[in-house]
């Protein structure tokens, strides 16, 4: 009987290694503000009103008699597809937000997010170059933040959105110091 190969003993570690799951083992993930749902719900609402206006235009031009060279069905397919769309997204907001997490560990920092396409980031300190604490008009009306985190190689920043202010000052302030102190390691 042949054995799945993502599910065998690595030769190092001697433990059964599961490749359908990146999360390391052993980590606690710390959850971004359950308030951030409702930050996200609001873009996500005000983005599809957005495009239910941008969509509805052939339908209004259609029903007024302006536009009357295309079928009617194909009017209401537009802003119909628009307004599906907004709701499945509002649907798994809650899902979504509740995947993202990070976790400090002592040489570097675990960052996750996504449901369908995963992402899990590892930002050793030694090469963090600075880290930024962003508050938007909604965000601060939460008390929340976005904290971003800029690394050596400049296509790579890691963001944990909807953190509690005083969080976001606390981890601008643990990882910049840690990464000061791993950097004049080197």
Known sequence: METDRATQ???DEGRVIDA????????TW??????YVTVRALGVAISGLIWLAITAVPLVLALT???????????????GVALIWTLIDLLITRRR???IGYAERENDLLVRQGILFRKVLVVPYGRMQYVDVQMGP????FGLCKVQ????????TATIP???AAEGARLREQLSDRGEARLAGL
């Open 9 to 11: 003993p690595s030769a």
């Open 20 to 27: 359908r799951h990146i999360d390391p083992e052993g980590v």
């Open 30 to 35: 710390s959850r971004v503000d359950e308030k």
């Open 65 to 79: 008699g302006v536009w009357g060279g295309y079928p009617r069905w194909l009017a209401w397919t537009l802003p």
């Open 97 to 99: 937000v509740r995947a």
């Open 138 to 141: 909604v965000d601060r009306a």
């Open 149 to 156: 985190l800029h690394t050596a190689a400049a296509s790579v």
């Open 162 to 164: 909807g953190v509690k």
